[in-house]
């Protein structure tokens, strides 16, 4: 199993410009989600996904969309990129959805607007 | 609401030190799980423990000892006899049991074990 893979692993971008990051998994899970790490604010929660064709918002959902066509991807889409959306972005899975078990994450992307 | 406060920004220890990294939460679920994670210097996030509400059991893994008391809502962790490689960012997170999946992450201890 490879587990949480995320693409691409850096990038740049131009303010105004949009970009899809990647997030796959080949566990079967369930569960999947987007957090946003900044430094000094641990992880935040942007959107998140119980099933495909079910997604729900985080706690920083604005400035992002997210769609769950199937169970082993969730893409997390920039629509207009602006540098306050500087950050590293990690995807995580668990399943079941509904259970105790911990979130398997992703290596992060770390990405730069300018 | 949830919260998770991790207190130590950073600290700073000196190799074979004990070092105890703070964490406290609150919740209105009775039932609810707290999780550790640790993240090197490399960046990936890496599961240390899970602990539910209902068992308030302390455990140890080798080094690494947890005392979860729900009594003051504190779930620390302690490193003994630290070393270099112990050096990484600690999070503690809070799950409710309320139907939410959500992970509610503290903003993390940076911990440095120096030589």
């Known amino acids: 199993n490879a587990g949480v893979t995320q693409t691409p692993k850096f990038q740049v971008l131009k303010t105004g410009q949009s970009m899809t990051l990647q997030c796959a998994q080949d566990m079967n899970h369930e569960y999947m989600s987007w957090y946003r790490q900044d430094p000094g604010m641990g992880l935040r929660l942007i959107h998140y996904?119980?099933?495909?064709?079910?997604?729900d918002q985080g706690e920083v959902p604005n400035g992002y969309n997210v769609s769950r066509s199937t169970t082993e991807d969730f893409p997390l889409r920039l629509l207009s990129a602006a540098p306050s959306q500087t950050s590293v972005y990690f995807c995580?899975?668990?399943?079941?959805?509904?259970?105790?078990?911990?979130?398997?994450f992703g290596p992060g992307t770390r990405l730069t607007v300018t | 609401a949830q919260k998770v406060t991790q207190a130590q920004t950073e600290i700073s220890v000196v190799e074979k030190e004990d070092v105890t990294l703070d964490c406290v939460y609150e919740t209105r679920d009775t039932t609810y799980y707290l999780f550790w994670y640790k993240q090197p210097p490399s960046g990936e996030l890496v599961f240390l423990i899970r602990r539910n509400s209902f068992d308030e059991q302390n455990e140890i893994s080798g080094r690494y000892s947890w005392n979860f008391q729900k009594s003051t809502s504190s779930f620390n962790f302690t490193i003994t006899a630290s070393q270099v490689v112990d050096s990484a960012v600690y999070f503690c997170a809070l799950r409710g049991k309320g139907g939410s999946e959500k992970l509610v992450f503290g903003k993390g201890t940076k911990l440095t074990v120096n030589p």
């Open positions: 996904s119980v099933g495909a064709g079910i997604t």
């Open positions: 995580a899975s668990s399943s079941p959805a509904g259970s105790i078990y911990e979130q398997y």
